[in-house]
Every structure is written in structure tokens, then in C-alpha cells.
């Protein structure tokens, strides 16, 4: 896949479907005015192949209904006609659930979710055949629908994410034990999906450096995990850290290993608050052969940017909540323009997701809403 620039446009749940999964013209809306701003890749925000794993008002991927509507979407951002490429985000909540959705929370291993307080029911291994088979499914309707490429969620404590970790996937069973083991649902859904795409349709997939919760993922673990992707045929790996459990961890009790984080958690103040991920992403990019390595968290200043891609430490970097606030700063600053970001990362726009509308800025008027 050839993209026009090295600036993608992270996943980000953006909560404008309808209540059945159907994107509605404010998705549509949202998603072609990004494309409009010239940003190369655009990776969609979450979308559910099971229902088990649903956000409110994110888009269905659940059975082949859903393939009219992916279409439609592949359409408005290829049709904006600048070469903007799109990749759909594909993954389930998992143990994370926030506290106004009711429902049986599951995960790899029945234990309790602190952030929440939810007790987790342990995934039966039909279930998880069930989930690798849909998840591929989803992929296929990624592929048949027009879109560029597919990314599974496997970062910041969602399912995958807590199947990948020691800390969260206590199974004895193939999917448990072993970093081979824990790996095995994700490698297992690119295998299924196999054979039913063409090798030019990219699967990337998100996941953690280091899970920032006592015997979780650190990097040494995860960069056999991306060895493991890599093999096994993944394109890229969007680098990231944390879960939500994160949050609830006294940082005297972790070792942090002198990286700079929980900064994700933090305003981004200064030019050394961003790439808080870089350190990571420059280890991965030493490890890999093939693999394309995508660096995630805080960027603002594109002369960063610049100097991270020319001292080779990724290949391509992700931002969310700049473009939230200016979805249009990669034609401005292809156009010459130098400024960095607006958004100071104060994380308000999570609290949009809750309101009618679904994702915005918030410190925006009203009248520059998107
Ligand atoms: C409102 C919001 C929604 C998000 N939704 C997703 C998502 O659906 N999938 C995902 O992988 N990451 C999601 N993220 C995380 C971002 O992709 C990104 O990893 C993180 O915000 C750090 O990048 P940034 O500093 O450029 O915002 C979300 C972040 C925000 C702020």
C-alpha cells in the first residue's frame, strides 16, 4: 500500500452510529471532512464483530449486512478524490466496560476488573473460536467493502489486549500461558482471514509496549509478541501502553524502568511532553524486519514528526486528539505551515462521547463543531 504522506489519523471511537450500528450522516460527515484535511491513512475508530463487544453507537461489523455500510464509507473518504487511504478498526470491549452500559463483562480469565469494580466471566474456548471466526469475518467485509486495509485493537486492556497480557490472561488452555499461547487469538484471526483477501489488503494491528499494571506486558515481552506478529504476517504495529486498570495502579508499585509514563494520562505542555512513546517505537523498529512501526501518543509539533520519521525510530505517525480539534492540519502544514497542534490533550472529548452528537472537541465553540 503506498500512502501519500506518513501522517495517519489514529483509531479514535467516535460514537456517531445509530443504536443498531449504522453509521449516520454525522459519521459520514466526520469522516469525509477528516479525509479533507490530508491526512494519508485513516484508521476508523472501534468497530464490533459481536455484539458482546459493542460501544454505544459505534459501527456493526457483525454479519455481512454491514457490508452496504462499510461500502459507504470506503466511498466518502476515497471520494473525496485526494488519495486518502482507509483502515477499519476491528476489536471487542472485553473487561472494560464503562459504568452506564449493563452487561456480563467477559474476558480470558474470571478475575476482578479494578477500574470498574465488574467481576469478568472467563471466555469458554467456543466462544473464543466464535470471536477469532467473526473477527475474521469482519476483515473480509473490510476488504469486500472497498477499504484499504484492517487493524486489530489488541492494545490499551480491550479483549485482545488482555488476552496478550500475563496479567490479565490466567488460562492453562492454547490461549493462555506461554507469549506463544497468548498471541495465538490474534495470529488466529489473520490465519482465518487468509485466503479470503487479496495480500495487497494490509491487517495492522495496535498493541502495547508495556501495560503499566504490576506482571503485565513490559518491552522485552513485547517485542517477542511482535516477532510473533510480524511472522505471522502482520504489516504494521501501532505502538501504545496502558489499560484501564493503569489508572488504579500505585506508580511506587510498578517499576516503570525510567520511560515517561503514565504521561498519556498528563496535558501535552511542551514539545518534551510528546512521543511518549518513542523509546518504544525505536526498539520495535530495531527488532522487526518487515513490519512497518507506527508511533502513537502526543504528537503535536510537525517538525517532530519529521525528525522522528528521518532518524528512522517509526515509519509512519498516528495522531488522535489533534485531529479531533483540526482534522485539516495535514494539508496545513503540507501547505507550508509549522504551528503545532492546538490541542493540549485535555481529554475532554471523552466526555463527548456520551452526548447526542457523539465525538467533539469541547473546547470549541459551538459553531466549529465537527
Ligand atoms: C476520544 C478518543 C477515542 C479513542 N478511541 C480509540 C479507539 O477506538 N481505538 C483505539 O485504538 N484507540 C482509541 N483512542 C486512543 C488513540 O488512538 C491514541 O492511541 C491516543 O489518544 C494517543 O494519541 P493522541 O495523543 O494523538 O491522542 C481514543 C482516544 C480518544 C481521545
Not at 464483530?49 to 466511498?75: H, M, Q, T, W
Not at 488519495?83 to 474476558?107: D, F, N
Not at 506482571?215 to 501504545?240: R, V
Request: glycine share 8%.
Amino acid at each position: 500500500m503506498t500512502l501519500k504522506n506518513r501522517l495517519v489519523r489514529s483509531a479514535t471511537y467516535e460514537a456517531k452510529a445509530d443504536e443498531d450500528g449504522n453509521p449516520t450522516d454525522a459519521y459520514m460527515a466526520f469522516y469525509r471532512r477528516l479525509a479533507e484535511g490530508g491526512v494519508g491513512l485513516i484508521v476508523t475508530g472501534l468497530t464490533y464483530p459481536e455484539k458482546a463487544g459493542k460501544l454505544p453507537r459505534s459501527v456493526r461489523v457483525d454479519d455481512n449486512g454491514c457490508v452496504s455500510n462499510l461500502r459507504r464509507i470506503a466511498a466518502a473518504i476515497h471520494g473525496v478524490g485526494n488519495g486518502c487511504k482507509v483502515a477499519l478498526q476491528i476489536g471487542h470491549t472485553g473487561r472494560q466496560l464503562p459504568h452506564t452500559i449493563e452487561r456480563e463483562t467477559v474476558a480470558p480469565s474470571a478475575i476482578l476488573e479494578p477500574y470498574t469494580g465488574r467481576m469478568l466471566r472467563e471466555l469458554r474456548r467456543e466462544e473464543i473460536e466464535s470471536f477469532i471466526d467473526k473477527s475474521a469475518d469482519a476483515i473480509v467485509y473490510a476488504y469486500q467493502s472497498g477499504f484499504d486495509a484492517a487493524q486489530l485493537h489488541a492494545a490499551h486492556g480491550w479483549l485482545l489486549s488482555s488476552f496478550l497480557s500475563p496479567h490479565t490472561n490466567r488460562r492453562a488452555d492454547r490461549y493462555g500461558g506461554s507469549t506463544e499461547n497468548r498471541a495465538r487469538i490474534v495470529v488466529e484471526i489473520l490465519g482465518c482471514a487468509e485466503g479470503k483477501i487479496e495480500k495487497r489488503f494490509l491487517v495492522l494491528v495496535k498493541m502495547n509496549a508495556w501495560d503499566y499494571v504490576p506482571s503485565g506486558i513490559e518491552l522485552p515481552e513485547a517485542l517477542d509478541l511482535a516477532d510473533i506478529f510480524e511472522e505471522a504476517g502482520f504489516a504494521a504495529m501501532e505502538i501504545s501502553s496502558g489499560m484501564w486498570e493503569t489508572i488504579t495502579c500505585d506508580p511506587e508499585t510498578i517499576d516503570w524502568k525510567a520511560v515517561r509514563i503514565p504521561e498519556a494520562r498528563k496535558r501535552i505542555r511542551t514539545i518534551d511532553d510528546e512521543a511518549y512513546h518513542r523509546d518504544f517505537a525505536r526498539a520495535f523498529k530495531n527488532r522487526l524486519k518487515r513490519s512497518k512501526i507506527m508511533l502513537v501518543g502526543g504528537l503535536k509539533t510537525p517538525s517532530l514528526m519529521e525528525e522522528i520519521i528521518e532518524s528512522g525510530d517509526a515509519d509512519l505517525v498516528s495522531l488522535s486528539r489533534s485531529l479531533i480539534r483540526e482534522p485539516d492540519l495535514p494539508r496545513r502544514w503540507q501547505a507550508g505551515a509549522t504551528d503545532t497542534a492546538a490541542c493540549v490533550s485535555c481529554n475532554k472529548c471523552l466526555e463527548t462521547l456520551r452526548e447526542e452528537n457523539g465525538l467533539r472537541c469541547k473546547v470549541l465553540n459551538d459553531e466549529h463543531d465537527i
